[in-house]
């Protein structure tokens, strides 16, 4: 079966493209915010619901014990996909959530006042934001690490701040503004040599490439389940063992206990630990249909499919007078971020959408990033394994469109 062949196939799973906005077909181009989600996945969720419903932990029936094996299996795979072990998974709600996570429990135990956490300035607010209000409360730094023009990190500045007193490198695998990547394999080793723990961000990652927790090495690694296929409301929190054991609970309730008196109370063990209450469990059996849908997808074959999509867009934006294209480099992740010379990007946004065309335009939680890009915002367009050569072409007829309009 031919490429095109396949991914008709995978696009079928996808219902909500049969829809029509503004009279047209919509063309969704916006799967770095969310991904759509395939008919497996909701109906796996429906099942839980109609089929299956019950607590996890702590049921003394047969109905329960299921649910507790459909949840733990869950929490294996995704261990799975990362090359992680189960008693490091820790489902969270979102990649923000699992920041947070990580702030308020390893970082706010193990760092210490004058210590810094660098960042770089790609980051999503998500992977700035929770290390700022720690920074606040306990008399930290958060240093950033400067990116090139092409919207690369510059590894001469980020290897130059990787010293005394950074405690935490907290870095993006990939910009969701922009598409580049960061080289995590030679970036952690220098940040262990100079004994920088380090947490990546894989929201935008965890569908672009392939993500082995081993041969990284990473220490912390967070993604959500809406950018994979899965449901909102459901990420994950990697942490590497021997840090998430010796991590303090920071949220108390239900199911992170041991015991508990009136006095005083012992907590569960890891990964138990980090989930007080009722968890979000038809999340994570959805998650868990998610992750067996794409990969049943060879991953060689998603990368050759977004990436020709990718190439015949970007090229077909080189041929349109006045289009500035940011992080425009060869190895990139499946999303083109560029502006109209002369028109504004909401402008661009609004008349691409009334052609059925859904973009992100704005600032792509990522204000830092456009300060240093000297913008208020980008044009955003994220491709993923439902798109195809007609969408491609629909948009680049309503960027040409836009350009009559605006310039
Ligand atoms: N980091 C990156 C790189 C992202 O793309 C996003 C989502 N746009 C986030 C963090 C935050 O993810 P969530 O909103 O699911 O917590």
């Not at 690490?145 to 290897?159: K, S, Y």
Request: with cysteine.
């Amino acid at each position: 079966m031919s490429l095109a062949d396949r991914f008709a196939k995978v696009r079928a799973d996808f219902p909500i493209l049969r829809r029509r906005f503004h009279g047209k077909e919509l063309v969704y181009l916006d799967s770095a915010a969310t991904t759509l989600k395939p008919e497996p996945v909701v109906k796996r969720i429906a099942d839980y619901y109609l089929l299956e419903s019950a607590n996890v932990h702590r049921g003394a029936y047969a109905l329960s014990d299921e649910a507790t094996r459909n949840f733990e299996e869950a929490r294996a795979d995704v261990a799975s996909l990362i090359h992680a072990s189960p008693e490091e998974i820790v489902f969270v709600r979102n990649t923000t959530e699992a920041v947070n996570l990580a702030a308020h429990s390893w970082a706010e135990k193990n760092l210490s006042p004058g210590d810094h956490i660098l960042i770089t300035e790609l980051e999503h607010h998500a992977n700035i934001v929770p290390w700022q209000i720690l920074a606040e409360k306990k008399g930290l730094k958060v240093v950033a690490a400067r990116i090139l023009d092409n919207g690369q990190v510059d590894e001469a500045d980020l290897f130059a701040k990787l010293k005394e007193p950074v405690k935490l490198l907290a870095i993006t695998g990939c910009s969701n503004a922009l598409g580049t990547f960061t080289d995590l394999s030679k970036i952690i080793p220098r940040a262990h040599a100079a004994g920088v723990k380090v947490l990546v961000d894989a929201a935008q990652l965890i569908s672009q490439k392939p993500v082995n927790v081993r041969e990284l090495d990473v220490d912390f690694l967070v993604f959500s389940g809406h950018k994979l296929f899965g449901p909102t409301g459901i990420g994950v929190f990697y942490a590497r063992h021997e840090l998430l054991k010796d991590m303090p609970p920071w949220q108390g309730g239900g199911s992170m206990i041991a015991e508990v008196t009136l006095e005083k109370t012992t907590f569960n063990e890891a990964p138990f630990r980090f989930e007080a209450g009722t968890p979000h469990i038809e999340g994570t059996v959805g998650l868990h249909a998610a992750i067996r849908y794409f990969q049943a997808l060879d991953f060689d074959d998603v990368r050759a499919w977004e990436h020709a999509l990718l190439k015949k867009a970007t090229d077909g934006l080189r041929g349109i007078p006045g289009i500035i294209l940011y992080g425009d480099v060869p190895d990139k992740g499946a999303i083109l971020s560029f502006n109209l010379r002369g028109a504004h990007h909401s402008d661009v946004g609004q008349i691409l959408d009334q052609q059925g065309v859904a973009v992100r335009a704005g600032h792509h939680c990522t204000q830092p990033l456009m300060k240093r890009l000297g913008v208020p915002g980008t044009v955003r367009a994220s491709f993923s394994i439902y798109n195809n050569d007609a969408d491609v072409e629909a948009f680049l007829k309503a960027v040409s469109k836009a350009r009559e309009l605006l310039t």
